[in-house]
């Protein structure tokens, strides 16, 4: 059962320019999402995390948005730079002490010079 | 913060063998989680200790799959009878329970199952 839904697999921008990576879940007791980033042969990194009380959340570059009646979610990389370029996972945990993190598929982002 | 470290990063074996891998969590980290990651898939969780305690293990692949971690500290993940589809990348993450009710996890570089 997919909960978590990343429907573009690869994403190319422009250095510089805004990268937007989009979410969808459909379960709607999750109530913490994240973001990882995943480099080749390398682990998921952890990079940001909103609740599910909240509709934004920014962190230097990243923001990521929550619109809770659509159940989507964005990540927003402003400004772009090469180094962003990675596989970017969504992630969503349902309740306080459960620990079942569900995954979407990943959106692959280029970020060209 | 040393991260999260498996062992071994590449693991090929026939079909039919047993395998274990190991997974040395940040040391004061006391929740350790295994997931599988296929082709193209985001990882797939498969269970979690806090502590020495097994508290989910509901999402395992089948009873050839189990999971220990007996003192709290590493912890070994074993598959029995190796089948074609039981190649994945199985990766290990940990996090700390304290700080608030959602502590990020943090995951090692995985282990590369190979299923010959």
């Known amino acids: 059962d997919q909960q978590v839904k990343q429907n573009s697999p690869s994403l190319s921008v422009q250095e510089g320019r805004i990268s937007i990576l989009n979410c969808d879940y459909t379960n709607s007791m999750f109530d913490y999402f994240l973001w990882y980033k995943k480099y080749p042969a390398e682990g998921p990194t952890f990079l940001i995390s909103?609740?599910?009380?909240?509709d934004k959340n920014e962190d230097g570059r990243f923001t990521v948005f929550l619109n809770k009646s659509a159940k989507h979610l964005s990540l927003h990389i402003v400004p772009s730079q090469p180094g962003d370029s990675a596989v970017y996972f969504c992630?969503?945990?349902?309740?306080?002490?459960?620990?079942?993190?569900?995954f979407g598929a990943g959106t692959r982002l280029t970020v060209k010079p | 913060d040393t991260g999260v470290s498996q062992n071994p990063r590449h693991k090929i074996t026939k079909r039919g063998q047993n395998v274990t891998f190991r997974c040395d969590p940040i040391?004061?980290?006391?929740?350790l989680y295994w997931y599988r990651q296929t082709l193209g898939q985001g990882p797939e969780f498969l269970t979690y200790?806090?502590?020495?305690?097994?508290?989910?293990k509901s999402r395992l692949l089948s009873d050839r799959f189990s999971a220990e971690r007996p003192k709290g500290s590493f912890s070994t993940l074993e598959i029995q009878r190796t089948e074609q589809g039981d190649s994945a990348m199985y990766l290990c993450a940990s996090s700390t329970a304290t700080g608030g009710p959602y502590q990020p996890q943090h995951f090692g570089d995985g282990t590369r199952l190979s299923i010959l």
């Open positions: 200790f806090q502590n020495e305690a097994q508290l989910e």
């Open positions: 992630a969503a945990i349902r309740g306080r002490n459960n620990n079942d993190m569900r």
């Open positions: 040391s004061e980290h006391n929740r």
């Open positions: 909103i609740s599910s009380i909240k």
